[in-house]
């Protein structure tokens, strides 16, 4: 089955610092991938996403590309920000066909603490 | 456009009792799907719905079914609850009409979700 590997944290930085959030994923097919971000008492917000290989998504100084050589969705950032601490979630869908496949697979989450 | 909606967004229940949760989807969206946030498991898929049917089921006991109305609206009940129901629970939309519009069949947008928590 499907699956998703996200460097577990927590991470936690300076304000400015540069960001990178290790997703790695495994799938039959051509998944699209997705960053979600999760702050405290909130449910999920879509960050980013890039649904076919070499595509890069972006938001808010927040970027991942597509590598399906290495089938990774690495997120990055240049210069957080204190607002930015919250938890990221990689994920992945196989919507192609719909059916028994329409859903998400989540990585385990990062906690990104921004500190000033 | 307003987003997904979902209530009560806190509930509290004892053991043994049932509970429906509500959610509204984006307006135009067909698909509802329904996650599980627990800190020990993550974010686990529990059932989808399009076009008043289930489409999708995840590995979840008996005990949690849902049901989507005409109007996509969908509700999801657990029956029994235990201890170990105590979770988040997400909705998202997806899947406007025409699959063309931004965000496309592919993109699940989440509900603030309802804090459940059994006793």
């Known amino acids: 089955g499907n699956s998703v590997t996200q460097m577990e944290g927590p991470v936690t930085l300076s304000e400015e610092a540069f960001l990178t959030i290790n997703c790695t994923y495994t799938a039959t097919g051509y998944p699209s991938l997705f960053w979600y971000v999760q702050y405290p008492g909130e449910g999920l917000q879509l960050l980013l996403k890039a649904t076919k290989a070499d595509d890069k998504g972006s938001n808010k100084g927040f970027e991942a590309t597509y590598r399906k050589e290495t089938t990774s969705f690495h997120l990055e950032k240049g210069s957080v920000q204190v607002s930015d601490s919250a938890v990221y979630f990689c994920?992945?869908?196989?919507?192609?066909?719909?059916?028994?496949?329409?859903?998400?697979?989540f990585g385990k989450g990062t906690l990104l603490t921004v500190n000033p | 456009k307003a987003g997904v909606t979902q209530t009560p967004r806190y509930l509290i229940k004892t053991r043994g009792q049932q509970v429906t949760l509500s959610c509204s989807p984006i307006s135009g969206h067909r698909s509802v799907s329904w996650y599980q946030q627990t800190p020990g498991q993550g974010l686990q898929f529990l059932f989808e719905y399009f076009s008043e049917t289930q489409r999708n089921k995840g590995n979840f006991p008996g005990r949690f079914s849902g049901r989507q109305f005409s109007n996509s609206r969908s509700e999801m009940n657990v029956s029994t609850l235990e201890l170990g129901d105590s979770a988040l629970y997400l909705c998202?939309?997806?899947?406007?009409?025409?699959?063309?519009?931004?965000?496309?069949?592919?993109?699940?947008?989440f509900g603030p979700g309802t804090r459940l928590t059994v006793l």
């Open positions: 998202a939309s997806s899947f406007p009409f025409p699959s063309t519009l931004a965000g496309g069949r592919d993109t699940q947008y």
């Open positions: 994920a992945l869908i196989q919507a192609r066909g719909g059916g028994s496949n329409y859903k998400l697979t």
